[in-house]
């Protein structure tokens, strides 16, 4: 039976960033994979040999400085990851279908409220209260700059309140509301549901820069094979947890595999859905009260997506890396519930691809979508499903093509679909509960599963622990490290690279 110091459940980017924490960190890593590859959402895949992401397109904090800049650094993978910052001026534009009103936003905080200001001249307090109010809170949010990381956390008034209630309290304007919410697609929750802080711990970065990175996924995912070889991190792909075996004193001795395999390992982390640990732990050592915490938990927006190239013999010297989002109406809150029946929010991704000398302008469209569409098909398989679940991919596929070419009419012949994916699709392929996009719902007054769990050598991390983004599922992993690693180890660790 092989033994390890540590053993991380799942290879996403928080498990990846996990093991490779632990492995700079000198000790014996094992990292083990469901899928038959690894990287988990950020993974790339190629169509027709044009290039794809699953779960990775933009990010804030690739500035100098960043967050992600500064845990790229601490993580020694800094240089093997090239940003490719959008046009600051009008890196995304909202457009509402039922008003024809479109708006630019850049990224700057400055510019970002100037042009609110300019949009909305009678609105300036409110503008500025919002974004004072969100600085307040990420200035007040350790966890937000590595150098203060391990200060003294204190919940912020703004953790009790929700986004609408602050939101509220500032206008009523219903299209500044709309816009101010607009980057509820970002973690899939409603503005009256997640809480007025976490709103704004995973916005901050994107007013400040939006990037995408050349290579997309794929370049974090190669940076980290590199830096884990370096360490000696063990990979197992096809591999999951069945069963904990040789508990003493609420400390898991042996890891059963559904290879039949046996290893042991003094710690696990798991950095998987929350109630895909709830079905690892022995129920003798779980309290009700923590069955009910975790079962509760609820599901973050999904998508349908489609991914589609232009073909046109003509270079579109307007086609620009950016994203640009379609709302139906202003009311987000009924646009993110997943009881609503009307035209969802659909967000394009427009990106300019270099792959093999060629360059591809690709356009990913995602529309939000929940599990409840399509339970009908729950039981099925990829590539075994009914033909009622391909008449509803094709019909929504259309659909989303025509609202398409309602804002781009120019795309009418030149769009290629190259392919589509439901909700279903992303569970299966991701290994993920139910197909969302970002784990659990984050809600107010909700405490995730983070850090120890009822048997003491092992620890919850990832998506659903902190905040979504690739930011967030990285800094859980960096937070829980810390719970792992002798702690001045860890803090020399983490200062070593930051200047
Ligand atoms: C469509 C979509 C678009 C997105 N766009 C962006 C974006 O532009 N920017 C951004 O920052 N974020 C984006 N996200 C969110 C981001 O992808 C995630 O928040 C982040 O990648 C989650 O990382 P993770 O490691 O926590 O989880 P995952 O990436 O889900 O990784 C979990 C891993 O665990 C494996 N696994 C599951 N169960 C087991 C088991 N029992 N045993 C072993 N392994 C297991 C899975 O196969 C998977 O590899 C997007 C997500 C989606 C779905």
Known sequence: MKKYDDIVVGSGISGMTMALILGMNGRR????????????????????GIPFDTGFHFTGGLQKDGILYDL???LEIRDLIQPVFLSPDNAHSFFFESEGRRYEVPYGIENVKNRFKDYFPGEVSAIEGYFEKVRHVCDNTPSMNLRTLFSQHRLLDEDLISLEDVLNGLTQNPALKALLSGFAMCYGVRPDEISFANHSRMCHGLYQSV?????????????????LKDYEVEILCNRHITGLADIRDKKAGRFI???GEEISGDNCVFTIHPKEILKVLPERYLSRAFVDRVSSFESS??????????????????FESSLFSIFPHYDINRLLDPAYTGTPPLVLIKSIERTEGKTCRTVTAFE????????????????????????????????????????FPEYRNTLEVIGSASVLTFRDFLNNYDGSAYG?????????LKGKLPL?????????????????????????????????RYNKFLLKNLR
Do not use: C
Not at 457 to 481: D, E, K
């Open 29 to 48: 890593v094992l990292l083990l994979e469901k899928s038959p590859h690894i990287g988990g959402s950020i993974a790339r895949f190629y169509k027709k």
């Open 72 to 74: 790229l650094s601490v």
């Open 211 to 227: 990037a995408g990175v050349r290579n997309g996924g794929s370049s974090f995912i190669k940076a980290f094979e590199t830096k």
């Open 257 to 259: 595999l559904n290879t």
């Open 301 to 318: 927006a999904g998508f349908f997506s489609v991914f589609a190239v232009l073909n046109s013999e003509n270079e579109d010297t307007d």
């Open 368 to 407: 939000t979508s929940f599990f409840e569409h399509v339970k009908a098909w729950k039981d099925s398989e990829t590539g075994k499903r009914p033909q009622a679940y391909h008449d509803y991919k094709k019909s929504r596929t259309e659909n989303i093509l025509e609202r398409i070419f309602t804002v």
């Open 440 to 448: 659990i719902k984050q809600k107010v007054n909700q405490f995730n």
């Open 456 to 488: 003491r050598n092992l620890y919850a991390a990832g998506q659903s622990s902190l905040l979504p983004g690739i930011i967030g599922a990285m800094m859980s992993s960096l937070i829980v490290g810390r719970s792992i690693v002798d702690a001045d």
